[in-house]
């Protein structure tokens, strides 16, 4: 088993450009994730997923897109790149539908915005 | 405010023990998460804790307090590999995953 993929592994932007970061995983679980994580900051939740064709909002939204088209795949899509996105991204996958179960992380990207 | 805290970095020597504390105030709480993270790769599972009481796992224990809002991990036999950074989730009352910091945590020989 892959477990959970993530692309690109790095990638540099230049501010006002745009970009898709993929995940996918082949659990079988319902539940997605997309983290961002910044220096000495907890990680943070950006969008999550419950199942194929619902996604919802997490605590820093603002500047992402998701979907989620297949229960395998759930795509980040940054829109107009700005420095204050630079971080490392997460793709997480659950199997517990109450976040009282264990995550499975992809092993993140790292973003430059200049 | 929902917060967590942990020590930012701790350090320790091979072969001891180490303590990381996390104290919580979160709205409720259903779970509280320990997961290892080194440096440039992505976090991983180590306990779960519900209950008050000690988990043990190996080398590793995990505590949990829910009166006093506080969990402690400790790591026995420390070994180099153990250097890594140590994040603690609590999952409050309506099933949100609130995380820490983290702990660095620096192995010396």
């Known amino acids: 088993n892959a477990g959970v993929t993530q692309t690109p592994k790095f990638r540099i932007l230049k501010i006002g450009q745009s970009m898709t970061l993929q995940c996918t995983q082949d659990m079988n679980h319902n539940y997605m994730y997309w983290y961002r994580q910044d220096p000495g900051m907890g990680l943070k939740l950006i969008y999550y997923?419950?199942?194929?064709?619902?996604?919802d909002k997490g605590e820093v939204p603002n500047g992402y897109n998701v979907s989620r088209s297949t229960t395998e795949d759930f795509p980040l899509r940054l829109e107009l790149a700005a420095p204050s996105q630079t971080s490392v991204y997460f793709c997480?996958?659950?199997?517990?539908?109450?976040?009282?179960?264990?995550?499975?992380f992809g092993e993140g990207s790292r973003l430059t915005v200049l | 405010g929902q917060n967590i805290d942990q020590p930012t970095e701790m350090t320790a020597t091979e072969g001891a023990i180490v303590q990381i504390n996390c104290t919580y105030q979160?709205?409720?709480?259903?779970?509280l998460f320990w997961y290892q993270q080194h440096a440039g790769e992505a976090p991983t599972f180590l306990s779960y804790?519900?209950l008050d009481g000690l988990e043990e796992k190996g080398r590793f224990s995990s505590f949990l307090s829910r009166s006093k809002g506080y969990s402690y991990l400790l790591l026995k036999e420390l070994q180099m590999k153990d250097s890594a950074s140590y994040l603690c989730?609590?999952?409050?009352?309506?099933?949100?995953?609130?995380w820490g910091a983290g702990t660095k945590l620096i192995i010396k020989p």
């Open positions: 989730a609590v999952t409050d009352s309506n099933y949100q995953l609130i």
């Open positions: 997923s419950v199942g194929a064709g619902i996604t």
């Open positions: 804790n519900v």
């Open positions: 997480a996958s659950s199997y517990s539908t109450t976040n009282t179960g264990e995550l499975f």
């Open positions: 979160t709205s409720g709480f259903n779970g």
